[in-house]
């Protein structure tokens, strides 16, 4: 039962590349989050999913896309990278109803230069 | 959304030491949640606390919704409490949760 694994850990891109951060959770969750964490910011939510086949946007959607591909896996896609996306991303799961703490995956680092 | 103001920003402590950490936030909520983000950026759910008192050993945490506060307390606080804690209240509908900006506790030997 590894919980809510992310991919890839690390990444580093130029101003302008695209990419896709993947998340997958075994624990038969309805709802999924993506989060990113910048230095003195806390936690920010981007976009959520509260159930498979339904996405929202949270505070901060701008510059990111989001498919809840099945139950399993929600990715994140960065279509034109930024500086300003220089950030710690995290993805999370909870079962979506009341009472569910969420779980967290163990981030993915990018650098945008 | 909600804002969520936590405190104190930093603190340092004793081994051994107790301490409380306290959020407040703006709205009312059906739910709150407090995580431990481990020196490796690892985040572990601490409690799911809407309400109530709850304790997991050295730690306890109490919710007064009506308030608008959350307290969460460290008992004979060790090294490996070190890291930052952050409160997250949320409501049911939508499903979301709003982060504090967080306490960064530091425990030396």
């Known amino acids: 039962n590894a919980g809510v694994t992310q991919t890839p850990k690390f990444q580093v891109l130029k101003t302008g590349q695209s990419m896709t951060l993947q998340c997958a959770q075994d624990m038969n969750h309805n709802s999924m989050y993506w989060y990113r964490q910048d230095p003195g910011m806390g936690l920010r939510l981007i976009y959520y999913?509260?159930?498979?086949?339904?996405?929202d946007k949270g505070e901060v959607p701008n510059g990111y896309n989001v498919s809840r591909l099945n139950k399993r896996e929600f990715s994140l896609r960065l279509e034109s990278a930024a500086p300003s996306q220089t950030s710690v991303y995290f993805c999370?799961?909870?079962?979506?109803?009341?009472?569910?703490?969420?779980?967290f995956g163990n981030g993915t680092r990018l650098t945008v230069t | 959304g909600i804002q969520v103001e936590q405190s104190p920003p930093d603190l340092i402590l004793q081994e051994g030491a107790n301490s409380t950490l306290r959020c407040n936030f703006s709205?009312?909520?059906?739910?709150l949640q407090w995580f431990h983000q481990n020196p490796w950026g690892q985040l572990i759910n601490l409690f799911y606390?809407?309400?109530g008192t709850k304790q997991n050993g050295r730690l306890s945490a109490t919710t007064v919704a009506t308030e608008r506060y959350s307290l969460l307390y460290i008992s004979s606080s060790q090294t490996t409490d070190s890291g930052d804690y952050f409160c997250a209240p949320g409501r049911n509908t939508g499903n979301q949760f709003y982060f504090g900006t967080g306490t960064s506790l530091t425990v030396i030997p």
């Open positions: 606390i809407p309400s």
């Open positions: 999370a799961s909870s079962a979506g109803q009341v009472n569910s703490p969420l779980h």
């Open positions: 999913s509260a159930s498979e086949g339904t996405t």
């Open positions: 709205d009312s909520v059906n739910n």
